[in-house]
């Protein structure tokens, strides 16, 4: 089994004519996204070596202009989460360790699969198998239960519950 990527950046749009591009970098410390080794696309086959050149400006190992920069617009950057260092304490997670955790209700019910977890600039969001958003803050996932395999869910009442 292959293991899990976990996204790290993404190439941006090209600088230039010489094959530097702009990067977006999902890393607390955006001049750390280099610092978990080579970086790949989220098949893990193809390897990027960057060079950072300021917080949102990389060069690629073999890419020397425009068009090649430009092709490889929109492509994420990924580490093996082996490559990233472990958490520390109960309450310290990666959002990627909960896709695939089951959700339950405050009452033990099951809601199924944690089938993804999202994040477009507002905060993070749990998507559940049955594409319920539900939003990752205290109130709403007030459990999170790695080691258990399982989070506790307080649905919002914007979130429409399902079968009733």
């Excluded at 990067?23 to 080794?37: K, N």
């Amino acid at each position: 089994m292959a293991p899990a990527m976990i996204l790290l950046g993404e190439i941006g749009r090209p600088h230039g004519v010489r094959g530097l591009v702009r990067v977006r970098s999902f890393t607390a410390d955006p001049l750390a996204l280099t610092a978990y080794g080579p970086l790949y696309d989220a098949a893990g086959t193809r390897e990027f070596r960057l060079t950072l050149l300021a917080e949102d400006l990389a060069r690629i190992e073999g890419v020397a202009d425009r068009d090649a920069a430009a092709k490889l617009t929109g492509t994420g950057l990924h580490v093996p989460r082996t490559a990233l260092p472990a958490t520390e304490g109960e309450d310290e997670f990666y959002l990627a360790d909960l896709q695939g955790l089951e959700a339950r209700a405050e009452d033990g019910t099951p809601l199924g699969r944690v089938r993804a977890v999202e994040d477009h600039g507002a905060g993070a969001f749990l998507v559940l198998e049955d594409e319920r958003l539900v939003p990752f803050t205290r109130a709403a996932v007030p459990v999170v239960d790695v080691a258990g395999g399982h989070v506790v869910v307080v649905l919002p009442d914007e979130v429409e519950a399902r079968g009733e």
